[in-house]
Protein backbone atom coordinates (compact mmCIF):
# COMPACT_ATOMS: atom_id res chain seq x y z
CA UNK A 1 0.00 0.00 0.00
CA UNK A 2 2.07 2.97 -1.21
CA UNK A 3 -0.69 5.61 -0.38
CA UNK A 4 -0.18 8.86 -2.32
CA UNK A 5 2.78 8.84 -4.62
CA UNK A 6 3.58 12.22 -7.02
CA UNK A 7 6.00 12.03 -9.66
CA UNK A 8 8.28 13.82 -10.50
CA UNK A 9 9.50 14.84 -6.85
CA UNK A 10 11.28 18.18 -8.68
CA UNK A 11 11.59 20.01 -11.70
CA UNK A 12 12.72 23.28 -13.51
CA UNK A 13 10.35 24.68 -16.61
CA UNK A 14 11.03 27.09 -18.64
CA UNK A 15 8.21 30.43 -19.11
CA UNK A 16 6.22 28.99 -21.79
CA UNK A 17 6.53 25.55 -21.38
CA UNK A 18 4.06 22.90 -19.83
CA UNK A 19 4.20 19.74 -17.95
CA UNK A 20 2.14 17.30 -16.55
CA UNK A 21 2.29 16.29 -12.33
CA UNK A 22 1.26 13.03 -11.98
CA UNK A 23 -0.91 11.59 -8.88
CA UNK A 24 -1.49 8.16 -8.28
CA UNK A 25 -3.05 6.50 -4.86
CA UNK A 26 -4.01 3.12 -4.27
CA UNK A 27 -6.36 3.00 -1.35
CA UNK A 28 -9.56 3.20 -3.42
CA UNK A 29 -10.17 6.86 -2.38
CA UNK A 30 -13.25 8.52 -4.54
CA UNK A 31 -12.18 12.35 -3.27
CA UNK A 32 -8.78 13.71 -4.49
CA UNK A 33 -7.41 17.14 -4.74
CA UNK A 34 -4.16 19.43 -6.03
CA UNK A 35 -3.15 22.13 -3.32
CA UNK A 36 -0.05 24.55 -4.16
CA UNK A 37 1.79 25.97 -1.18
CA UNK A 38 3.64 28.93 -1.96
CA UNK A 39 6.94 29.49 -0.09
CA UNK A 40 6.25 30.61 3.80
CA UNK A 41 2.42 30.13 3.10
CA UNK A 42 -0.48 27.90 3.88
CA UNK A 43 -2.15 25.44 1.08
CA UNK A 44 -4.28 26.96 -1.69
CA UNK A 45 -6.76 24.27 -3.30
CA UNK A 46 -6.52 24.08 -6.86
CA UNK A 47 -9.35 21.61 -8.52
CA UNK A 48 -10.55 18.90 -6.70
CA UNK A 49 -12.84 15.41 -8.00
CA UNK A 50 -15.11 13.58 -6.23
CA UNK A 51 -14.99 10.37 -8.35
CA UNK A 52 -13.83 8.98 -11.64
CA UNK A 53 -15.15 11.61 -14.37
CA UNK A 54 -16.10 14.39 -11.95
CA UNK A 55 -13.88 17.41 -11.34
CA UNK A 56 -14.01 20.96 -10.19
CA UNK A 57 -11.98 24.48 -9.18
CA UNK A 58 -11.08 25.41 -6.34
CA UNK A 59 -9.71 29.22 -5.24
CA UNK A 60 -7.04 29.10 -7.98
CA UNK A 61 -7.37 27.36 -10.91
CA UNK A 62 -5.94 29.60 -13.32
CA UNK A 63 -2.90 28.21 -15.51
CA UNK A 64 -4.02 24.65 -14.81
CA UNK A 65 -6.28 21.70 -16.07
CA UNK A 66 -7.00 18.27 -14.88
CA UNK A 67 -8.57 14.84 -15.39
CA UNK A 68 -9.97 11.86 -13.67
CA UNK A 69 -10.31 9.23 -16.42
CA UNK A 70 -10.12 6.40 -13.21
CA UNK A 71 -10.60 6.18 -9.44
CA UNK A 72 -6.76 6.44 -9.12
CA UNK A 73 -5.02 8.51 -11.36
CA UNK A 74 -5.66 12.79 -10.55
CA UNK A 75 -2.68 14.31 -12.91
CA UNK A 76 -2.61 17.97 -13.12
CA UNK A 77 -1.61 20.07 -16.62
CA UNK A 78 0.38 23.55 -16.04
CA UNK A 79 -0.02 25.04 -19.93
CA UNK A 80 2.16 27.79 -20.77
CA UNK A 81 4.27 28.20 -17.35
CA UNK A 82 4.59 31.34 -15.60
CA UNK A 83 6.80 32.39 -13.15
CA UNK A 84 3.92 33.06 -10.85
CA UNK A 85 3.42 28.73 -10.48
CA UNK A 86 6.92 28.42 -8.94
CA UNK A 87 5.47 26.55 -5.51
CA UNK A 88 5.15 23.37 -4.32
CA UNK A 89 2.47 21.36 -5.05
CA UNK A 90 0.40 18.42 -3.26
CA UNK A 91 -1.68 16.05 -4.36
CA UNK A 92 -4.33 14.27 -1.62
CA UNK A 93 -6.87 11.83 -1.27
CA UNK A 94 -9.85 10.63 0.80
CA UNK A 95 -12.71 8.72 1.40
CA UNK A 96 -15.83 10.26 3.14
CA UNK A 97 -15.42 12.48 6.39
CA UNK A 98 -12.23 11.43 6.74
CA UNK A 99 -8.35 12.95 6.42
CA UNK A 100 -7.18 13.57 3.20
CA UNK A 101 -3.60 11.76 3.06
CA UNK A 102 -1.15 13.62 0.90
CA UNK A 103 1.29 12.79 -1.20
CA UNK A 104 4.88 13.85 -0.73
CA UNK A 105 5.04 16.82 -2.90
CA UNK A 106 6.58 18.36 -5.95
CA UNK A 107 8.72 21.42 -5.98
CA UNK A 108 8.34 23.17 -8.98
CA UNK A 109 10.38 26.40 -10.37
CA UNK A 110 10.09 28.34 -13.43
CA UNK A 111 12.41 30.36 -14.73
CA UNK B 1 -18.57 31.37 4.73
CA UNK B 2 -15.83 29.01 6.43
CA UNK B 3 -12.79 30.35 7.85
CA UNK B 4 -10.15 28.54 10.05
CA UNK B 5 -7.37 31.36 12.18
CA UNK B 6 -4.64 30.45 13.39
CA UNK B 7 -3.34 33.83 14.76
CA UNK B 8 -0.12 33.27 15.81
CA UNK B 9 1.79 33.34 12.88
CA UNK B 10 5.41 31.76 14.69
CA UNK B 11 5.97 30.75 18.48
CA UNK B 12 9.07 30.04 20.10
CA UNK B 13 9.94 27.78 22.81
CA UNK B 14 12.67 26.52 24.97
CA UNK B 15 12.96 22.88 25.09
CA UNK B 16 10.43 21.40 27.58
CA UNK B 17 8.42 23.89 27.69
CA UNK B 18 4.29 23.64 26.98
CA UNK B 19 3.16 25.51 23.83
CA UNK B 20 -0.38 26.08 22.69
CA UNK B 21 -1.15 26.57 19.13
CA UNK B 22 -4.52 27.93 18.87
CA UNK B 23 -7.41 27.40 15.94
CA UNK B 24 -10.76 29.35 16.02
CA UNK B 25 -12.78 28.17 13.14
CA UNK B 26 -16.19 29.89 11.48
CA UNK B 27 -19.17 27.73 10.03
CA UNK B 28 -22.40 27.66 9.59
CA UNK B 29 -22.87 24.01 9.38
CA UNK B 30 -24.18 21.83 12.18
CA UNK B 31 -22.03 19.16 11.15
CA UNK B 32 -18.28 19.03 10.40
CA UNK B 33 -14.96 18.02 10.65
CA UNK B 34 -11.73 19.49 12.26
CA UNK B 35 -8.36 18.64 11.75
CA UNK B 36 -4.75 19.34 12.43
CA UNK B 37 -1.88 18.72 10.47
CA UNK B 38 2.35 18.61 10.79
CA UNK B 39 4.42 19.90 8.56
CA UNK B 40 8.51 19.41 9.53
CA UNK B 41 10.76 20.91 7.53
CA UNK B 42 11.21 18.00 5.46
CA UNK B 43 7.64 19.19 3.89
CA UNK B 44 5.29 16.30 3.99
CA UNK B 45 2.78 16.67 5.92
CA UNK B 46 1.22 14.85 8.57
CA UNK B 47 -1.64 13.53 9.58
CA UNK B 48 -2.51 14.24 13.78
CA UNK B 49 -6.15 14.58 14.26
CA UNK B 50 -9.74 14.13 13.42
CA UNK B 51 -12.80 15.41 15.01
CA UNK B 52 -16.15 15.99 14.13
CA UNK B 53 -18.33 18.38 15.61
CA UNK B 54 -20.43 16.05 18.10
CA UNK B 55 -17.57 15.00 20.08
CA UNK B 56 -16.36 17.91 22.27
CA UNK B 57 -14.39 15.10 24.33
CA UNK B 58 -10.68 16.76 24.57
CA UNK B 59 -7.87 13.70 23.12
CA UNK B 60 -4.77 13.19 24.54
CA UNK B 61 -1.93 11.47 22.39
CA UNK B 62 1.28 11.11 24.48
CA UNK B 63 2.91 14.48 24.93
CA UNK B 64 0.37 16.21 22.61
CA UNK B 65 -3.44 16.79 23.43
CA UNK B 66 -6.24 18.89 21.90
CA UNK B 67 -8.98 21.07 23.24
CA UNK B 68 -12.30 20.80 21.04
CA UNK B 69 -14.57 23.85 22.13
CA UNK B 70 -18.00 24.76 20.31
CA UNK B 71 -18.51 27.36 22.66
CA UNK B 72 -15.93 29.20 21.65
CA UNK B 73 -15.42 28.16 18.07
CA UNK B 74 -11.65 27.08 18.96
CA UNK B 75 -10.10 23.62 18.45
CA UNK B 76 -6.65 24.42 20.13
CA UNK B 77 -3.62 21.86 20.49
CA UNK B 78 -1.02 21.84 23.26
CA UNK B 79 2.42 20.42 23.22
CA UNK B 80 3.80 19.11 26.78
CA UNK B 81 7.40 19.31 27.02
CA UNK B 82 8.34 20.49 23.62
CA UNK B 83 11.31 18.84 22.05
CA UNK B 84 13.30 19.78 19.13
CA UNK B 85 11.53 17.15 17.03
CA UNK B 86 8.40 19.43 17.23
CA UNK B 87 9.84 22.18 15.32
CA UNK B 88 7.67 22.57 12.49
CA UNK B 89 4.39 24.40 10.69
CA UNK B 90 1.17 22.97 12.10
CA UNK B 91 -1.92 23.85 10.22
CA UNK B 92 -5.61 23.51 11.37
CA UNK B 93 -8.36 22.41 8.80
CA UNK B 94 -11.99 22.61 8.57
CA UNK B 95 -14.48 20.22 6.51
CA UNK B 96 -17.97 19.68 6.11
CA UNK B 97 -19.93 17.42 4.20
CA UNK B 98 -21.83 20.56 2.37
CA UNK B 99 -21.87 20.18 -1.00
CA UNK B 100 -20.34 16.71 -0.80
CA UNK B 101 -17.26 18.13 -1.69
CA UNK B 102 -15.67 17.78 1.55
CA UNK B 103 -12.71 20.17 0.70
CA UNK B 104 -10.63 21.85 3.49
CA UNK B 105 -10.53 24.96 4.82
CA UNK B 106 -7.30 25.44 6.01
CA UNK B 107 -5.69 27.90 8.47
CA UNK B 108 -2.25 30.09 7.66
CA UNK B 109 -0.23 27.95 9.65
CA UNK B 110 2.04 28.56 12.97
CA UNK B 111 5.41 28.04 13.10
CA UNK B 112 7.11 26.55 15.81
CA UNK B 113 10.91 26.80 16.53
CA UNK B 114 11.56 24.81 19.64
CA UNK B 115 15.20 25.85 20.59
CA UNK B 116 17.66 23.33 22.48
Known amino acids: NAGVTQTPKFRILKIGQSMTLQCTQDMNHNYMYWYRQDPGMGLKLIYYSVGAGITDKGEVPNGYNVSRSTTEDFPLRLELAAPSQTSVYFCASKTGSYEQYFGPGTRLTVT | ?116
Open chain 2, 1 to 116: AQKVTQAQTEISVVEKEDVTLDCVYETRDTTYYLFWYKQPPSGELVFLIRRNSFDEQNEISGRYSWNFQKSTSSFNFTITASQVVDSAVYFCALSSPVSGTYKYIFGTGTRLKVLA
